[in-house]
């Protein structure tokens, strides 16, 4: 219909309410699913969710890479009311549903993962939320006009403080999902659905973040050892990874300065330290012949280290001087 001046449509689309004996319930949310904002995943991307959704949990850019936050052990419902208003003739009108927010607690990850959890605070703007379902095997989020499946807009994530061990309570961890439109859930609501045989707690996992740590300061001919852990400090992954992470194209250099790459001439593990030597080209033109100059240093993309048989874990980077 061409657009007319002051024309108001009034035509009513109302569902009919018979129902079939096999229907779709939520049931207990134990974990979400972070995509970034405005993602939808195709018809063919559905008929291959579990890959499609393990592909963006490891994509190499961080910006396009989804966020599995798992596993609650409880959730509190803190959506708001509808608001009605009483005429003055004593009737009742409806100006406009509340809007869905559920709190969910966990206790696996414990600080680490709260700090991590951290980073998304108020980071609604970047991501829409898919629950994962697991009472049903399925991904709850929204079913596009097109056909598509895409996350619920949110409103808000809040990542509140935590709280202490009391002694009478174990200390307790909660991230907040604020939704904006409530008709996404009450009209527009999809699922995808997984084979019984599909874990998807276990199938289903974000990158651990890297961390390094200088262990003996870059000399001027170009030496560092670096110690490379996981984004808590708790592992060292040269109990796991001494070989795979001994790869010299694994690592890049850079002169701060100049933004100019240096060749990075090998890497090699030594087991006395559980340290990885990176040997950088000090020939190299754009090797800094200052003492000082800062030097980054850049292990990853996520990609290579799955290459080089480093599972499950983000790439990294270090800004460290030369002697």
Same mark, same amino acid.
């Given at each position: 219909?061409?657009? $007319?001046? @002051?024309?108001?449509?009034?035509?009513? $689309?109302?569902?009919?309410?018979?129902?079939?004996?096999? #229907?779709?319930?939520?049931?207990?949310?134990? *974990?979400?699913?972070?995509?970034? /904002? !405005?993602?939808?995943?195709?018809?063919?991307?559905?008929?291959?969710?579990?890959?499609?959704? %393990?592909? *963006?949990?490891? &994509?190499?850019?961080?910006?396009? /890479?989804? %966020?599995?936050?798992?596993?609650? =052990?409880?959730?509190?419902?803190?959506?708001?009311?509808? +608001?009605?208003?009483?005429?003055?003739?004593?009737?009742?009108?409806?100006? /406009?549903?509340?809007?869905?927010?559920?709190?969910? &607690?966990?206790?696996?990850? !414990?600080?680490?993962?709260? %700090?991590?959890? $951290?980073?998304?605070? @108020?980071? %609604?703007?970047?991501?829409?939320?898919?629950?994962?379902?697991?009472?049903?095997? =399925?991904?709850?989020?929204?079913?596009?006009?097109?056909?598509?499946?895409?996350?619920?807009?949110?409103?808000?994530?809040?990542?509140?403080?935590?709280?202490?061990?009391?002694?009478?309570?174990?200390?307790?961890?909660? +991230?907040?999902?604020?939704?904006?439109?409530?008709?996404?859930?009450?009209?527009?609501? !999809?699922?995808?659905?997984?084979?019984?045989?599909? @874990?998807?707690?276990?199938?289903? $996992?974000?990158?651990?973040?890297? &961390?390094?740590? =200088? #262990?003996?300061?870059?000399?001027?001919?170009?030496?560092?050892?670096?110690?490379?852990?996981?984004?808590?400090?708790?592992?060292?992954?040269?109990?796991?990874?001494?070989? &795979?992470?001994?790869?010299?194209?694994?690592?890049?250099?850079?002169? =701060?300065?100049?933004?100019?790459?240096?060749?990075?001439?090998?890497?090699?593990?030594?087991?006395?330290?559980?340290?990885? @030597?990176?040997?950088?080209?000090?020939?190299?033109?754009?090797?800094?012949?200052?003492?000082?100059?800062?030097?980054?240093?850049?292990?990853?993309?996520?990609?290579?280290? +799955?290459?080089?048989?480093?599972?499950? #874990?983000?790439?990294?980077?270090?800004?460290?001087? /030369?002697?």
């Amino acid at each position: 219909m061409p657009n $007319s001046l @002051n024309a108001f449509s009034c035509i009513a $689309s109302v569902s009919n309410t018979g129902f079939t004996s096999c #229907h779709y319930t939520p049931g207990l949310i134990e *974990g979400v699913l972070l995509v970034p /904002r !405005g993602y939808e995943f195709t018809t063919a991307q559905i008929s291959d969710m579990l890959t499609n959704v %393990q592909d *963006g949990l490891a &994509e190499d850019v961080q910006a396009d /890479r989804f %966020q599995l936050i798992k596993t609650f =052990v409880g959730m509190e419902d803190k959506s708001s009311e509808g +608001v009605y208003e009483a005429t003055p003739y004593g009737g009742n009108r409806k100006i /406009r549903n509340g809007k869905y927010s559920y709190t969910f &607690e966990y206790i696996k990850g !414990g600080a680490c993962l709260h %700090q991590k959890i $951290s980073s998304l605070d @108020n980071k %609604q703007d970047l991501f829409d939320v898919i629950y994962v379902d697991t009472q049903n095997n =399925v991904l709850l989020g929204v079913k596009t006009a097109d056909n598509k499946f895409k996350g619920f807009t949110l409103e808000m994530i809040d990542v509140p403080n935590f709280k202490l061990n009391t002694g009478a309570a174990d200390s307790k961890f909660y +991230v907040t999902f604020a939704m904006q439109n409530p008709d996404e859930f009450n009209n527009s609501w !999809g699922i995808v659905s997984f084979d019984k045989s599909v @874990n998807l707690l276990y199938e289903l $996992s974000s990158l651990i973040d890297t &961390e390094i740590v =200088v #262990h003996t300061a870059m000399t001027a001919g170009g030496l560092v050892k670096l110690q490379i852990n996981d984004g808590c400090g708790a592992t060292n992954l040269a109990d796991t990874y001494s070989t &795979e992470l001994a790869t010299a194209s694994l690592y890049s250099a850079q002169n =701060v300065a100049t933004g100019n790459a240096i060749t990075v001439t090998s890497v090699t593990y030594a087991a006395a330290t559980k340290t990885f @030597n990176v040997q950088l080209d000090a020939a190299d033109t754009d090797y800094p012949g200052t003492a000082g100059a800062l030097i980054k240093i850049t292990i990853g993309d996520v990609s290579d280290l +799955v290459t080089a048989g480093v599972l499950g #874990h983000a790439g990294t980077s270090i800004t460290t001087p /030369r002697s």
